[in-house]
């Protein structure tokens, strides 16, 4: 009995799995936390092209953003307290949104499916 066949289907499958995980959607959260103020972001790439809509959530606490429409395979949200940074399109949050220090984001499609993992990330703090 001969092992090639075998080996052979083995590295194909190795290497469409690899293939299939080189365009897997991904998502990048960032967060910094302020006496008077919270600030998220959260970029995808790896994207299909359509809209989409970041979830941030940090203790109980949930933030949704509006719908955006990915430029080439990316799209990028920010959530913030900050009045100037809400008024140039950051989805407003509390100032106290930021529950000890971290924060989960993700992505989620126009049919409302989580379409990257749940990322968590351990925010910047500063005075």
Do not use: W
Not at 4 to 26: K, V, Y
Not at 41 to 60: H, P
Not at 112 to 118: I, K, L, Q, S, W
């Amino acid at each position: 009995m001969s092992f090639l066949p075998h080996l052979r289907l083995a590295a194909i499958a190795a290497l469409s799995t690899f293939a299939f995980a080189a365009h897997a959607a991904d998502v990048q959260v960032s967060c910094e936390k302020r006496s008077n103020r919270s600030k998220i972001s959260i970029d995808g790439n790896n994207l299909a092209s359509g809209s989409y809509r970041a979830v941030a959530k940090s203790g109980t606490r949930t933030a949704t953003s509006d719908f955006a429409t990915t430029a080439g395979d990316e799209v990028e949200f920010d959530f913030d307290s900050r009045a100037g940074d809400i008024a140039e399109g950051a989805t407003a949050i509390a100032s106290n949104f930021i529950v000890d220090g971290r924060v989960k984001g993700y992505l989620v499609n126009a049919s409302g499916a989580r379409v990257t993992p749940v990322v968590t990330v351990v925010c910047r703090v500063r005075s």
